[in-house]
């Protein structure tokens, strides 16, 4: 079928309507499509390819995350490639890349990311400073993805499979390690919007209380850190006061717990003595 990027506009408009964001969307689409700006576009000029529009927009309908239909989301400034391996970069997450950046400037690290997912923090990271980055999951599709972020983003994190801390060699340590592990409640898991449920269960599910992986990163992480070091971890906002009573079981003296853009405990923070 041939169709103007006018007529187009209006199919997709007419097809997409109710989302709360399609004026948006509908140009997001199509510049990711074309590769091209909005602007220098003709309405006049005809569509190279429908299909691709057609295809999104019926991925759209099943509440497949925008994300994953144009392919990639913006995470601290940098391009990041998703798709249903991975969780979409959110918001809250630049906020602890923006911390563990803060904290390491000016010095030499070595660092680890678990849960890495898509890459974004590690990878915001080597953007920013200077050490060695190391990456796990125990996704290996995830670690696909992450890979392809790393040669998009022309950085040099290694992204290895691990079980958390399991598959790493006995007592290697690290000055900065951070973590944004699965960490919703069996309860949270059953009132996931639509569009979350296209995303990766493993990256979300943290048991019956959420606290799957979070207790077993706290349990080892005294052991993985290096002195001096910072252990930055994403947490669920209820998750705080247990989070806390977790850091004194394990030993995390001192631990705190710091709170996201919308005044909801977000981050465990824990700097070694
Ligand atoms: N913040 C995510 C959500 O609410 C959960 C991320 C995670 O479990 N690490 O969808």
Redesign the pocket.
């Known amino acids: 079928m041939n169709l103007t990027y006018r007529e187009l506009i209006l199919w997709l408009k007419e097809t997409l309507n109710g989302r709360e964001n399609l004026d948006h969307e509908v140009r997001w689409l199509i510049e990711a499509f074309s590769g091209r700006e909005f602007l220098s576009i003709g309405a006049d000029e005809a569509v190279p390819r429908v299909s691709v529009y057609r295809r999104a927009a019926e991925r759209l309908k099943r509440h497949e995350p925008f994300q994953y239909v144009v392919g990639s989301q913006e995470f601290y400034g940098h391009l990041f490639l998703v798709n249903e391996s991975v ?1 979409v970069p ?1 918001p ?1 997450t630049e906020l602890l890349a923006e911390k563990a950046i803060r904290w390491g400037r000016g010095r030499r690290l070595k660092a680890l990311d678990l ?1 890495t997912g898509s890459g974004c923090i590690a990878i915001s990271l080597a953007k920013e400073l200077d050490g060695d980055f190391l990456a796990t999951d125990i996704s290996e599709a995830a670690l696909a993805t992450a890979k392809k972020n790393n040669e998009l983003n022309g950085t040099d994190v290694t992204f290895r499979y691990s079980d958390l801390f399991f598959h790493l060699p006995k007592g290697e340590r690290f000055d900065l390690i951070t973590a ?5 409640t069996q309860k ?1 898991m059953r009132e ?1 919007p639509l569009e ?1 449920t296209h ?1 990766p269960f493993i ?2 599910d ?1 048991g019956p209380t959420g606290l799957f992986a979070i207790e077993r990163i706290m349990k080892e992480v005294a052991d993985r850190l290096g002195e001096k070091g910072l252990f930055l971890m ?1 947490i ?1 906002e209820n998750q705080g006061e247990t989070a806390l009573s977790l850091a004194a079981k394990y030993g995390l003296a001192g631990a705190v717990t710091e709170r996201d853009l919308n005044g909801k405990d977000r981050f465990l923070r824990w700097e070694k003595a």
């Open positions: 969780l959110r809250e849960c944004n592990p699965p960490y919703l949270e996931i979350v995303e990256a979300l943290g994403e669920g």
